[in-house]
């Protein structure tokens, strides 16, 4: 049965701590990269950190080799099986979006709210950058809805179980 409440951890990582992502999302890092043929090099410094954010590196071919809808599948299990401890700010973005919509309601200016609350910034830019990586990557990997609501619950409930 899948969970209907978020808690404020996962996997033992607290959501407060290393959110602030460099702005960059997933699907034009992934995109990027399969234009450079793998070529993590030539990435931009704020894709590099998108790349690593997302522990890719053993999964980069296979995502090079595969079509939108496989490379979107093979990323939501990717993150399931890594520990959430190991997985930077971009990853991590989107469960705090899911979390402040699910506890405290929806959108943009709830989640700023939040974020200054909470102490994890006081800065506008800080906010903008969490809702933006964490509503984005989420909405590409099917499992947030535009608003930042859970859209897959049991992807979450998957990532919780670890």
Not at 40 to 57: G, H, I, M, P
Not at 74 to 82: A, C, D, T, V
Request: aromatic content about 10%.
């Amino acid at each position: 049965m899948p969970i209907t409440k978020l808690p404020e951890t996962i996997g033992g990582r607290n959501i407060h701590e290393r959110v602030i992502p460099t702005v960059c999302n997933l699907e034009n890092m992934i995109n990027k990269l399969f234009l450079l043929n793998g070529d993590v090099q030539k990435l931009n410094a704020w894709e590099k950190s998108c790349f690593k954010a997302y522990c890719l590196e053993k999964l980069k071919l296979p995502l090079l080799v595969s079509g939108k809808n496989t490379r979107i599948e093979l990323l939501r299990e990717h993150i399931l099986k890594n520990n959430p401890k190991d997985l930077g700010a971009n990853c991590i973005c989107i469960y705090l979006v899911a979390y402040v919509s699910e506890t405290i309601g929806g959108g943009r200016n709830n989640f700023f709210e939040y974020v200054k609350n909470s102490g994890i910034s006081k800065k506008a830019g800080s906010a903008q950058a969490i809702w933006q990586v964490g509503k984005r990557d989420g909405v590409y990997l099917k499992i947030l809805n535009d608003d930042g609501s859970v859209r897959d619950w049991e992807f979450f409930s998957e990532w919780l179980a670890g």
